[in-house]
């Protein structure tokens, strides 16, 4: 597979790393999509960020796992190449045996393709707090109908308070930027809300 950002063309290549405890309860499969080609130093910044962006959501399911039965943790990407940015999608997912139902993680990774450099949430707005009290109140507006549930506008709760973390793990869209929620952020799941 190949993609093309800021006229430069990149060779996708999924990469997978997996280990287990030692006393081989626990084991894990990181897998991330890495790219070669193209800018090298962009390729360089954004495989070494997708790769610490699996590891990070690795880590505390590591230390966190119980003792009282089985695991295992699998990560599942998807990159999206943009005019000006090449960005990925990590979704998580932590089985626990005897466990109700796994856990999800998601978390993204946005590199701007013309410097070579990380875009956050900070970079997007002149006034950081003007935007995140926007996207909090789209997120309250729109979210209830793309799960389905509740009334619209969402009443205040922590989930979108207009923090940066509660909106950190997004990616670039032709129809706006694609904001994916944590698990219980809100209820079980992954919600994705897009913002125009």
Do not use: C
């Amino acid at each position: 597979d190949t993609g093309v950002s800021n006229g430069q063309t990149y060779t996708v290549t999924r990469s997978t790393t997996g280990d287990a405890t030692p006393d081989g309860t626990g084991r894990w499969t990181l897998t991330v999509d890495t790219i070669s080609g193209g800018d090298a130093k962009v390729a360089d910044t954004f495989n070494r960020a997708v790769r610490a962006s699996a590891q990070g959501q690795l880590d505390p399911v590591k230390r966190d796992a119980g003792n009282d039965g089985t695991w295992s943790f699998d990560t599942k990407p998807e990159i999206f190449f943009g005019s000006a940015a090449v960005s990925e999608l990590i979704r998580g997912l932590y089985v626990h045996v005897p466990s109700a139902h796994p856990t999800s993680y998601v978390s993204t990774v946005v590199i701007d393709s013309r410097s070579a450099t990380p875009i956050t949430l900070k970079d997007l707005f002149s006034d950081e707090q003007a935007g995140l009290n926007r996207l909090s109140q789209q997120t309250k507006q729109l979210l209830p109908a793309v799960m389905g549930a509740g009334e619209s506008p969402m009443p205040d709760a922590p989930g979108h308070a207009p923090v940066e973390a509660n909106l950190a793990n997004w990616i670039p869209t032709p129809s706006g930027l694609e904001i994916h929620f944590a698990d219980y952020q809100f209820a079980h799941g992954l919600p994705v809300l897009t913002v125009p």
